[in-house]
């Protein structure tokens, strides 16, 4: 059975920086896909970024620039650094591990997701 945990939410200030982290368990992690999604109070849930097996990432428009995925098959953990946070970024972040290419991803399983908080 696959597990996602995901870490490294909580409280930060506008302009400042968190970085998530997701260990995986349960599935062959280095051939499949990973993605962030985050859902805020009264918005639909947001494909925010996702790489691939091979390491190509790909992000939404409106993290572009300020937010990494990146991932480590040896420790079978993806991570998402959040830079230059502003409160528009507060929302519940959830950890995928699915199948995707260059431009599309699927979600087959989810964390059970970590709350991130911006102040102004």
């Known amino acids: 059975q696959v597990q996602l945990v995901e870490s490294g939410g909580g409280l930060v200030q506008a302009g400042g920086s968190l970085r998530l982290s997701c260990a995986a368990s349960?599935?062959?992690?280095?051939?499949?896909?990973m993605g962030w999604y985050r859902q805020a109070p009264g918005k639909k849930r947001e494909l925010v970024a996702h790489i691939t097996s091979g390491g190509t990432t790909n992000y939404a428009d409106s993290v572009q620039g300020r937010f990494t995925i990146s991932r480590n098959n040896a420790k079978n953990t993806v991570y998402l650094q959040m830079n230059s946070l502003s409160p528009e970024d507060t929302a519940v972040y959830y950890c995928?591990?699915?199948?995707?290419?260059?431009?599309?991803?699927?979600?087959?399983?989810w964390g059970q997701g970590t709350q991130v908080t911006v102040s102004s």
């Open positions: 995928t591990e699915g199948r995707g290419g260059s431009y599309y991803y699927r979600p087959n399983y």
């Open positions: 349960g599935s062959i992690f280095s051939i499949n896909a």
